[in-house]
């Protein structure tokens, strides 16, 4: 149906994988970069000079320690983590689906997701007091991994027959279940009062302001494991954009590979989601931009979409909080804004490249 | 003269037991972000606005508010942001969040205190107090709680004496053509209440979308709009233009009223007046 993997290449395998070698190191430098900034930027005025100064006399006040340890360090670990798992889990489905328009939204996390999120503000309220206060701040987060995950595991029975599972079929069914949770979503936003529905809204563009190392230690077990095994699965998905008979001629276990990489991506993607809310476009756009420039090869694509797209996020959270200060903007607005007239930019100028 | 001495012995405990008790820099405070409108508007009317230095998207009165810093919508804060304008004090309603925006702002060491208050008449004055507590004004506290009461005590007296009590419809808005409007429960039908009249909207909870024919049974004497700006503004001719809308007894005659949005449903200091103008509208010739 769609060759990623054949796309009408300008430069031989050699020099593309030199590429990608190169540009693994460059993104290394990047991330480094984009951090260092990071911890540096904010509404607080709290800057890299500051922070140097601090280091070499050894003294910060109370309330620049908080600053950086409270806020500004959970904050740039939260955005590194999300970022690289958002980028890593659009790469992985990509591959999987042979289909460069492949989100973690096509197995469902999203529209999960957001049915556990809208959920729980909404009837949240409803619980008896003793499990609301129990739960606190951790009931949205926990209902839209629920959601998500649950979701995934859904369709993925809906579209496994006798040991095969369908790919197309699960897309198709994906399309269905998202429809179905959106109407469940609709029914219990109409229900919504004012508050809930400024709450939904904010939730749905994502925000990494709530960042702190509670919710780190609650996302990290999940993602973690994802980005670390995700080059395990480097040769598999290279073979499969091939088709799947050719892949299990040449020695990959086809099923396998698909369980491992739907799952891993519900857990990764349900955890960022939870955490973080609805960030969008990254998944689509970090792969898109590393295919572009340095070829479909899963090697190197999987680790360099963990770094561009931890970089990406970072960078976009310090826009998004310093721009409106002492207010701030919800990152989906500035991913979106920053990245897609780029992505737009490169389409136009590689036009044909992508072999859609 | 023992009156005197007596107050003067209250005080200087009252000022020990304070000194002893009260959280560090809450009675001193000189920099204070206020969170949330009617906290907002209770800090200036206890005569602490200029120890403000920021407030939240929902504090829009009085205008010379809008000068100061905003640090976003109370309920999705921004931790390092609320710091930046370096407060010694929170003042917050009940629902400011997320929570671990406001756990962040507590590390910092940063008393946060939040005021109690449902959007209710009661409520108003108890807000009133707790803010004028966190302030160290308790005497402007009480002369505005006293002032305030009395005000709602004599709307709430002069609504129950109404005989012949009209009907309100309250339309938050009418996006698109569909008339959302504040059913029961919600704070518009506390502030018609209040005045003396009966919310027409009834039915359901809250502010939800109202078929055309129900508006029509609804049958308003009075259609009651926020005062408002931009896109969700709503004109006279919006009103008059709008299929069922302008076959109401309201329309018909003419009756439509238009109120700052803060001052009709936010449940704070102005409650008495926009109680007693919305009154007024409705029964202009008991004056």
């Known amino acids: 149906m769609l060759s990623l993997a054949l796309g009408r290449s300008r430069s031989t395998g050699g020099e593309r994988e030199a590429r990608a070698a190169l540009m693994l190191r460059a993104l290394i430098g990047l991330l480094l970069v984009v951090s260092v900034l990071s911890l540096g930027t904010g509404a607080a005025g709290l800057n890299l000079a500051d922070l140097a100064h601090a280091a070499i006399k050894g003294e910060l006040s109370t309330r620049d320690q908080v600053i950086l340890w409270n806020i500004r360090l959970p904050r740039l670990a ?26 973690p939204g096509i197995v469902g996390v999203g529209a999960g997701a ?91 563009m994502g925000s990494l302001a709530g960042a702190g190392w509670g919710k780190l230690a609650t996302a990290l077990p999940l993602i973690l494991p994802v ?8 040769r598999g998905l290279n073979a499969l954009a091939l088709g799947e008979a050719q892949a299990a001629h040449l020695g990959i276990e086809v099923e396998r590979l698909k369980q491992l990489i739907i799952l891993g991506v519900a857990a990764a993607t349900g955890a960022a989601v939870a955490v973080a809310g609805g960030i969008g476009f990254i998944g689509i756009v970090v792969p898109h931009l590393l295919r572009i420039s340095t070829g479909p090869n899963h090697r190197y694509l999987l680790p360099n979409a963990a770094l561009l797209g931890a970089s990406l996020l970072v960078g976009a959270d310090m826009i998004a909080r310093t721009i409106v200060a002492p207010a701030e903007l919800p990152i989906g607005i500035v991913t979106a804004v920053l990245g897609a007239p780029v992505f737009l930019w490169i389409l136009m100028r590689r036009q044909g490249l992508v072999g859609i | 003269m023992m009156r ?7 005080g200087l405990a009252l000022a020990l037991s304070v000194a002893l008790t009260a959280p560090a820099g809450a009675e001193d405070a000189k920099r204070v972000v206020t969170l949330g409108g009617s906290v907002t508007e209770i800090a200036v009317a206890l005569g602490a606005g200029d120890l403000l230095v920021a407030r939240d998207s929902t504090s829009n009165y009085p205008a010379a508010i809008a000068a100061l810093p905003d640090v976003g919508y109370i309920r999705a804060l921004s931790p390092e942001g609320v710091l930046s304008v370096a407060p010694d004090l929170i003042l917050a309603e009940a629902d400011a969040g997320p929570p671990a925006a406001v756990d962040v702002l507590t590390a910092a060491g940063v008393p946060f205190l939040r005021m ?58 009418l996006q698109g053509g569909r008339v959302m409007a504040g059913g029961e429960g919600s704070s518009a039908e506390g502030i018609i209440a209040l005045a003396g009249g009966i919310n027409a909207a009834t039915g359901f909870q809250g502010y939800k979308q109202m078929t055309d024919e129900a508006v029509l049974a609804a049958a308003p004497d009075l259609i009651l709009i926020m005062d408002r700006e931009g896109d969700l503004a709503i004109g006279n001719a919006d009103v008059m233009a709008h299929p069922t809308l302008s076959q109401t007894p309201a329309a018909q005659a003419g009756a439509i009223v238009r109120m700052d949005g803060m001052m009709l449903l936010g449940f704070g200091p102005r409650t008495p007046d926009a109680a007693r103008a919305l009154y007024d509208a409705l029964y202009p010739q008991a004056g």
């Open chain 1, 78 to 103: 939260m955005g590194l983590l999300i970022g690289a798992a958002l980028a890593v889990s659009g790469a992985l489905m990509q591959g999987l689906f042979r289909n460069p328009l492949a989100d």
């Open chain 1, 227 to 234: 980005l670390l095994f995700s080059p395990l699965m480097a």
């Open chain 2, 4 to 10: 005197g001495v007596n107050a003067l012995r209250a």
């Open chain 1, 114 to 204: 957001g049915l556990g999120a809208v959920l729980a503000i909404v009837v949240g309220g409803l619980l008896p007091a003793g499990i609301a206060v129990h739960f606190g701040g951790q009931l949205v987060p926990l209902a839209a991994f629920l959601g998500g995950w649950g979701a995934t595991l859904l369709l993925y029975r809906l579209a496994t027959r006798g040991g095969h599972t369908s790919v197309a079929n699960m897309l198709l069914a994906g399309i269905a279940l998202g429809a179905l949770a959106g109407a469940f979503t609709g029914i219990l936003v109409y229900l919504a009062d004012d508050k809930q529905l400024r709450d939904l809204t904010f939730w749905s």
């Open chain 2, 116 to 173: 109690p208050g449902d959007p209710t008449p009661a409520g108003v004055v108890d807000k009133i107090k707790a803010v004028a507590e966190a302030l160290g004004r308790d005497a402007e506290g009480e002369a505005l709680a006293t002032n305030v009461q009395a005000g709602l005590t004599e709307a709430e007296a002069r609504a129950a004496a109404v005989t012949d009590k009209k009907r309100v419809l309250f339309v938050l808005s």
